[in-house]
């Protein structure tokens, strides 16, 4: 049996403005396809028109310029490739993160060869740090928090990844001393790395985290530019619930 969905938007532009609050979580919430009804009907443009007209009065430049502060606050100030580059960097932060975690026959540890341990800990300090740089870059308040939560998880266990040569920055990114770290306990990197718990398994969840938060603001994003279109990219979730 087929589902229809009838969605009546109103074509009146003042409508456009009656959803949008002055904090930025009121504007996500608004309803963005009574906006796209309007733009699509003609609506936004014929306001537009009006703001930069010549005679246009002072309480419809006010309306106007409210509603592009309002809107452009619910959009991402990330751009894409910003975006791009935490997905990527978590991606890679996660796989090596999981590599080490691993228990079956091709496990890191399965031979216990410290050479490849190290180097299989020294890729992961590597996507580690990389994600530290690409979080700086995006203004998302979701993915610096995220991001926070992985270094704060990261400074509880200073003291034991200084252990295996494993230290933090000033700039909250990781090295690791290759002398130090072959000459640790086996015990010592495996608590640390590959059991369940452990500070690897924590930064593979951390990973998976900031990585949800990169697609939200992409999809988030992706659905109005600045340019005044839809992008081709975004997530519907639940908004046609209620119209059933």
Known sequence: MGISINVQAKTDYSFLFSGLGTSAANAASSNWLADYAAIKNGSYAKLMKAY?????SDEVKSAARNTAVNQSSALSKDD????????????????????????????????E?????????????????????AGSSASSTSIAN???NM?????????SLAKVGVTINSDKTLSID????????????????????SYGYNMSAQASYINFAADQEANRANTYTFTGTYGSSYSAGSIFNTWF
Request: a negative charge; hydrophobic letters at 35%.
């Open 80 to 111: 894409t490739q910003t975006l791009a580059k935490v997905q990527s960097t978590t991606d890679a932060l996660k796989e090596t993160a999981d590599k080490l975690i691993d228990t079956d026959k091709k496990s890191v540890f399965a031979g």
């Open 178 to 197: 290759e002398d130090t770290f072959k000459s640790a306990d086996m015990d010592t990197i495996k608590n640390l790395f590959h059991e369940r718990g």
């Open 151 to 159: 270094t704060n998880i990261t400074d509880i266990s200073s003291r």
């Open 146 to 148: 995220r991001v926070r």
């Open 52 to 56: 930069y007209a010549k005679d246009s």
């Open 113 to 133: 060869d410290m050479n490849t341990i190290y180097a299989a800990v020294k890729d992961f300090v590597s996507d580690y740090n990389d994600v530290i740089s």
